[in-house]
Every structure is written in structure tokens, then in C-alpha cells.
């Protein structure tokens, strides 16, 4: 089953793509779309994954994998020079100390 028969990709409060299934952010759609992103070459999607999985990691009480997810997204974010995604990177990579 592909990525679109279980959930549709939509803009979260935040602006940060998110897979949305059942109204319910799902770390394991998250990580197909990390997957299938990564194998496509778009790395602004595979930037905003690892931000998104950072956060669901903070919320599960994985700091240091939410630490490792935002560490990866910041760095694509620079290189990709995407300034607006790495000041927010940033201010929560800030916040989660």
C-alpha cells in the first residue's frame, strides 16, 4: 500500500509538511515519506521528515533521537540554503535544550 492510500500530505499549523492519517500525525508514514523523498532526490521533503520526526520524538520522551532528526534537518536546511527552515530548526533546536 502506497504512501497516498494511507494518509494525504497537508500543510501542519506550523507550515511544515506533515502525513496526516486519521487526523493523527504517524511517525511510520513519516519515515515512508523520508524513504520515498530520500529516493527521489528531494531533499527539502527529506529536511522537512527529519524535522517533523524530531518533534514526534520530543513528544514520545526520545530526546536523543529528536536531537539526532533536527541535527540532520538543520544541516540540509544549510546546505540547501533555505534560511526561513533553518532559523526555525534552529529556535527549536534552542528550545529543546
Same mark, same amino acid.
Given at each position: 500500500?502506497?504512501?497516498?492510500?494511507?494518509?494525504v500530505?497537508a500543510?501542519?499549523?506550523?507550515? /511544515?509538511?506533515?502525513?496526516?492519517?486519521?487526523?493523527?500525525?504517524?511517525?511510520?508514514?513519516?519515515?515512508?515519506?523520508?524513504?520515498?523523498?530520500?529516493?527521489?532526490?528531494?531533499?527539502?521533503?527529506v529536511?522537512?521528515? @527529519?524535522? @517533523?520526526?524530531?518533534?514526534?520524538?520530543?513528544? /514520545?520522551?526520545?530526546?536523543?533521537?529528536?536531537r539526532? @532528526?533536527?541535527? /540532520?534537518?538543520t544541516?540540509?536546511?544549510?546546505?540547501?540554503?533555505?534560511?526561513?527552515?533553518?532559523?526555525?530548526a534552529?529556535?527549536?533546536?534552542?528550545?529543546?535544550?
Open positions: 500500500m502506497g504512501l497516498s492510500a494511507r494518509g500530505v500543510p501542519g499549523e506550523d507550515r /511544515t509538511p506533515i502525513v496526516l492519517v486519521h487526523g493523527a500525525a504517524n511517525s511510520a508514514c513519516v519515515c515512508e515519506a523520508l524513504a520515498l523523498a530520500g529516493e527521489l532526490g528531494m531533499r527539502p521533503l529536511a522537512h521528515c @527529519h524535522l @517533523h520526526l524530531s518533534r514526534l520524538s520530543l513528544k /514520545t520522551g526520545q530526546g536523543e533521537q529528536a539526532e @532528526h533536527l541535527t /540532520t534537518a544541516t540540509l536546511y544549510r546546505e540547501m540554503d533555505m534560511p526561513f527552515w533553518l532559523d526555525q534552529a529556535a527549536e533546536m534552542r528550545e529543546s535544550v
